[in-house]
């Protein structure tokens, strides 16, 4: 059963909410997973994907598929350094099944977005991370506003006190890694992230908010 609090004190409140939601089923959206998410208070570098796939559904934990070995290998992050290195989340957080064209998988809706954004919110006013990662045109356009992956993938962007380093999605679906000039702007927001990463390890973690969104 879904349940929304008001206001969440806590990461471990939110994510028990989270971890049962079906606000989109309630809606009507087809959904084929229930919600998957990672990650723990302190965890200062927060990755957001679009949603994940039929593996990440099954096994309930985001990353592991193709797209996943392909992101860790550009950010030369095993897979337990990564876990433990970011809080994954999405921009919905269920498997939303197979494109209707059966060419991939199927776009998150923008009410099933709306509906979802909620427990990003909260994530981010709890975690206060320091470090964002908008991954591909869906998260970057969510976090920064940005229409186009070429004028953002290799800059790095102020987002409040945190800075955010945008990548494009490591599926590769869109082609636009086939061109050798965005790779090299892949390389650059890799690099990018590998120095806030090293800059910010130094720094304790900061305390929680807990003030509504
Ligand atoms: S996609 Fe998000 S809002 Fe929709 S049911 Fe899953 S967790 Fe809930």
């Known amino acids: 059963m879904t349940r929304r609090r008001t206001s969440y004190r ?21 959904l084929e997973s229930l919600p998957v998410f990672q990650g723990g208070p302190g965890q200062r570098a927060y990755i957001l994907g679009q949603a994940p796939g039929a593996v990440e559904g099954e096994e309930r934990r985001p990353w592991r598929g193709r797209a996943g070995r392909t992101l860790r290998r550009w950010l030369e992050l095993d897979e337990e350094s990564f876990y433990a ?23 998150p809706t923008p009410e099933e977005r709306r509906l979802c954004a909620f427990w990003r919110e909260w994530e981010l006013r709890l975690l206060r991370p320091r ?68 800059a910010f390890s130094a720094f304790p973690p900061r305390s929680s908010a807990g003030s509504p969104p």
């Open 10 to 30: 806590s990461l471990t409140s939110l994510q028990r909410d989270n971890a049962r939601c079906r606000a989109c089923a309630d809606a009507g959206h087809r």
């Open 85 to 107: 290195t970011f809080y994954c989340a999405s921009m919905t957080r269920c498997y939303p099944g197979k494109a209707p064209s059966g060419r991939g998988d199927r776009t």
């Open 131 to 198: 470090l964002l990662v908008p991954v591909g045109g869906l998260a970057i356009r969510a976090l920064l506003g940005v229409p186009s992956l070429a004028e953002c993938v290799g800059r790095r962007f102020d987002y409040g006190d945190a800075v955010a380093v945008p990548l494009p999605h490591p599926s590769g679906a869109s082609g636009w890694l086939n061109d050798a000039a965005n790779r090299e702007r892949v390389a650059e927001a890799a690099a990018l992230i590998r120095t806030e990463l090293a």
